[in-house]
């Protein structure tokens, strides 16, 4: 009889992991015994292929290992991976919650395409199926960091970009509360402003009987901006939030970054328009 014993040292359940694929082994006509061991935080599954009294020949003995390695492709490539980059996040960013630690794990995984996900799974079953040719135990973490360092190395890198942009996220979200305070406390100096996007660098504004709000005014609004590196971005924002104005048509616009800004800042206060006169003013542009 062979035995191939499987081990780990993470706090998902073992058995309950292979159970489905037990029975279907099982269905197929493989016969194997299966013991669980605990040695402290450590866990091991003890499966045994055959029953005494019986031999079990080279097919079997194949179709067993092939199995096992398909098994075991999928913890490392699932469950195993996500508690190493959840462990990760604790030592390296402890400031995260275990929830975004959660989140972050399955994103980092989630952003593999579907073509290097295949590649992953056939790599990663080569290697276990290679390794289980000469091994009797397989201890899953250990396996995972030393004889798959290329995708825990791509896991790492992943990583550090999914929580780059989940920093810029929340900064940006700390970003639209202040701006949601400053419109909250102010006076609107307006009642409507019109929008006019006619490029993604040039923009006009509208007071509510449609005409332009000139330079001049603007200037006495925000203040004397002296500022040559300025973004368009930045000045439509702080005119929009110094006017505070109680509504605010958005002509012809795209779902840009600027837009979705100031969907955020000003919420109900927005509303889009395509097919008006100004909107058609803007074509001929």
């Not at 998902?12 to 493989?30: A, H, I, M, Q, V």
């Not at 419109?183 to 009642?191: M, R, T």
Request: include cysteine.
């Amino acid at each position: 009889m062979s035995t191939i014993q499987i081990g780990t040292g993470s706090l998902f359940d073992l058995r309950s992991s292979f159970e489905k694929e037990l029975t279907r082994w099982e269905k197929e006509g493989l016969k194997f015994q299966v013991q669980e061991q605990k040695m402290g935080k450590f866990k091991f599954l003890n499966l045994t292929l055959g029953k005494s009294g019986r031999e079990t020949t080279k097919q079997e003995e194949a179709i067993f290992r092939h199995n096992l390695a398909l098994v075991v492709t999928n913890l490392l490539l699932g469950q195993v991976s996500q508690n190493l980059l959840r462990r990760m996040i604790r030592i390296d960013h402890p400031y995260l919650t275990a929830e975004e630690a959660n989140a972050l794990s399955q994103k980092v995984i989630a952003t593999l395409s579907a073509v290097e996900k295949k590649e992953w799974v056939s790599r990663v079953q080569n290697e276990v199926s290679s390794f289980l040719r000469e091994n009797e135990a397989i201890f899953l973490e250990g396996f995972f960091r030393f004889r798959l360092k290329d995708y825990v190395h791509e896991l790492k890198e992943n990583l550090e970009e999914a929580i780059d942009q989940l920093l810029a996220d929340k900064e940006y979200q700390e970003f639209i509360k202040l701006l949601r305070y400053f419109v909250e406390i102010q006076e609107p100096k307006i009642l409507e402003v019109h929008v006019l996007f006619y490029s993604k660098e040039k923009f006009r504004l509208l007071d509510e009987e449609e005409k332009p709000l000139e330079h001049e005014y603007l200037l006495k609004v925000l203040g004397d901006l002296k500022d040559e590196g300025l973004r368009y971005e930045d000045l439509l924002l702080s005119a929009l939030i110094t006017l505070s104005p109680q509504r605010i048509i958005l002509h012809h616009s795209e779902k840009t970054n600027i837009v979705n800004t100031i969907l955020n800042v000003f919420t109900e206060r927005v509303t889009f328009c395509r097919d008006c006169e100004l909107c058609r003013s803007i074509e001929k542009h």
